[in-house]
């Protein structure tokens, strides 16, 4: 299996513009985590999915941020317009309701908003 | 809201050290604690713990669940330089498929 895929790796980008981060889950799990990683706050969940339906999004710090997973194998955060604070690693995490909690991460993109 | 405390925050030792790092939460309908390496990318995980007093075993690892105390340990023995990186805890709630992360422990082996 290739794990949890994310793309891009890095971006780096201006104040202001759009920012789409996307996440393919390991075949078959049916949650979706989207997490931020900074030195001041650790790891923060922002949203995630069950079955692609929204379930909690309380962690989603701001109306510039939102999430999607319009099927079971695909999902983007995307952050319009973005910030300098934005400035994180964003980890998606995939795992298989109902049988365990174990969540497998992918490999993050790191995020550079100047 | 839900606690997840690691403690300590950071440690140093030499290679061949034991390492017990610890573990406390306060959660509501707690379901299981899971343990994490994430070296400079991922974290990857290591142990899930759902029932006191078990211990989980894995190589030079080793990790035990107290409900009672509300805690665990993660044990490495006999560190090696590749053990340096951060160890996170996470608790899972009965009610929901939500991890709360604690801050992570830095372990740093020294050759």
């Known amino acids: 299996d290739a794990g949890v895929i994310q793309s891009p790796r890095h971006e780096v980008t201006e104040m202001g513009q759009e920012v789409t981060l996307r996440c393919k889950p390991i075949?078959?799990?049916?949650?979706l985590f989207w997490y931020r990683q900074t030195m001041m706050r650790g790891l923060e969940l922002l949203i995630y999915f069950n079955n692609n339906v929204p379930i909690d999004d309380s962690g989603m710090p701001e109306d510039r941020f939102s999430a999607k997973m319009p099927n079971a194998s695909f999902s983007t955060l995307k952050i319009q317009p973005s910030e300098p604070r934005d400035s994180a690693v964003y980890f998606c995490?995939?795992?298989?309701?109902?049988?365990?909690?174990?969540?497998?991460f992918g490999p993050g993109t790191r995020l550079t908003v100047l | 809201e839900d606690k997840v405390v690691q403690s300590p925050l950071s440690l140093v030792v030499h290679e061949g050290d034991t390492v017990t790092l610890n573990c406390s939460y306060e959660?509501?309908?707690?379901?299981?604690l899971l343990w994490y390496k994430q070296e400079k990318k991922a974290p990857t995980f290591l142990f899930m713990l759902?029932?006191?007093?078990i211990e989980k075993k894995s190589g030079r690892l080793s990790s035990i669940l107290d409900k009672k105390e509300l805690s665990s340990i993660l044990n490495i023995t006999a560190t090696q330089t590749g053990d340096s990186a951060i160890y996170l805890c996470?608790?899972?709630?009965?009610?929901?498929?939500?991890?709360?992360f604690g801050a992570g422990t830095t372990v740093t082996v020294r050759a």
């Open positions: 996470a608790v899972g709630r009965s009610n929901d498929y939500k991890l709360s």
């Open positions: 075949s078959g799990h049916n949650s």
């Open positions: 759902t029932s006191s007093g």
């Open positions: 995490a995939s795992s298989l309701m109902g049988s365990t909690d174990t969540q497998y």
């Open positions: 959660v509501t309908n707690f379901r299981s």
